[in-house]
């Protein structure tokens, strides 16, 4: 009897332990699911004003629900237009998910038709100063909503992996006008976009400039992880799985390691040095990857996770300038 009991307890601290463990794993998981849906659906301007009126509330519910499911993101509008002659285009997805472009051409003979793709939350309105610089050295440009963002419709993204049909929907749109020497310019969630057009659609642009591409899905929400504070891991991996599970796709193939090896045309990757979100490491392994011939890391040393042009403008002019006139 004596050698019973302390098996049957035994038993019964096992149990218990499986239990709190079993409990653990599923909450974590539905803390992860809730994130995933939260960072790849973008709310309404409406929805932001709302929800900045609860963030006062010192309800101990709500702040705890708020740190159980995840920040929300949401659609920036778009506060400016462009100060040169464009044309509204309208593109559709092969989901009929309407898009929105700018289409600005320069007066004289142009060099080629650039296509520029914003970064995840932001719209076109926020390039416009990209495209003021390529149309100054005479290029056409096109600058795109992609989906869930600016005017385009829907509220759901997959942070790079279905946008990637937006760059194509573009390429082929400029294509019809008749233009031959197409260029493609991303950053952040665009230049992902345009790493994985390429290869999906194989597409031949004339050349390409990525900045601060993230390695793959998963790193992306590592670094996102680490901003918040939490551990990097399970979270950042049980999120890529959800996100996939999501939307329909494989969130751990998502990897622009696999898509950069496509790539054959000349290209320009950019990043910085204090990037929070993108590390060094992760740039260059695209960059290890990319068999093209013609291509050229840069890095500048004092920018974060921001648009290159604005923090040093007078590097990124003659970068991208020396870049553009080297492939001419």
């Known amino acids: 009897m004596s050698k019973q009991k302390p098996r049957s ?14 409990v653990q794993f599923i909450l974590i998981n539905i803390s992860a699911a809730l994130y995933a849906y939260k960072f790849t659906h973008l709310y309404s301007p409406e929805q932001r004003k709302i929800d900045i009126a609860k963030s006062t509330s ?26 040169f002659k464009y044309t509204t285009v309208a593109l559709k997805t092969k989901n009929n998910l309407p898009l929105e472009g700018w289409y600005g051409r320069v007066d004289s003979a142009s060099k080629g038709t650039v296509l520029l793709f914003h970064n995840l939350t932001g719209n076109k309105a926020v390039i416009l100063e990209q495209a003021n610089e390529f149309l ?3 290029y056409n440009v096109m600058l795109v909503d992609v989906r869930a963002h600016g005017n385009s419709g829907g509220f759901a993204t997959t942070i ?16 019809q006008q008749g233009e031959k020497n197409i260029y493609l310019w991303g950053a952040s969630l665009g230049a992902v976009e ?15 400039i990525a900045e601060m591409p993230f390695r793959s899905l998963q790193s992306h929400l590592r670094g996102r992880v680490r901003l918040a504070g939490f551990p990097e891991q399970p979270f950042s991996f049980l999120v890529t799985f959800w996100i996939g599970v999501e939307h329909g796709f494989n969130g751990y193939g998502f990897n622009s390691i696999k898509y950069a090896k496509e790539i054959t045309c000349p290209i320009l990757l950019q990043y910085g040095g204090k990037d929070p979100l993108v590390n060094k490491k992760e ?29 040093d403008p007078v590097r990124w002019k003659k970068e991208v300038g020396d870049f553009l006139t080297r492939i001419r």
Do not use: C
Request: aromatic content about 16%.
């Open 160 to 175: 790079g992996y279905n946008e990637a049909e937006e760059v194509k929907l573009a390429y082929e749109y400029v294509q």
């Open 283 to 311: 740039v260059e392994d695209i960059y290890d990857a990319l068999p093209a011939t013609n291509k050229k890391l840069v890095l500048y040393e004092d920018a974060a996770h921001q648009f290159l042009l604005q923090k």
């Open 136 to 138: 100054s050295w005479n």
């Open 9 to 22: 307890a035994f038993r019964k601290v096992l149990r218990w332990i499986a239990w709190v463990l079993l």
């Open 58 to 83: 010192r309800n101990i519910f709500i702040k705890t629900w708020k740190l159980f499911s995840g920040p929300r993101f949401y659609k920036e509008p778009e506060i400016a237009t462009p100060a």
């Open 194 to 208: 345009i790493i994985k057009a390429v290869a999906d659609y194989d597409l031949q642009p004339k050349a390409m």
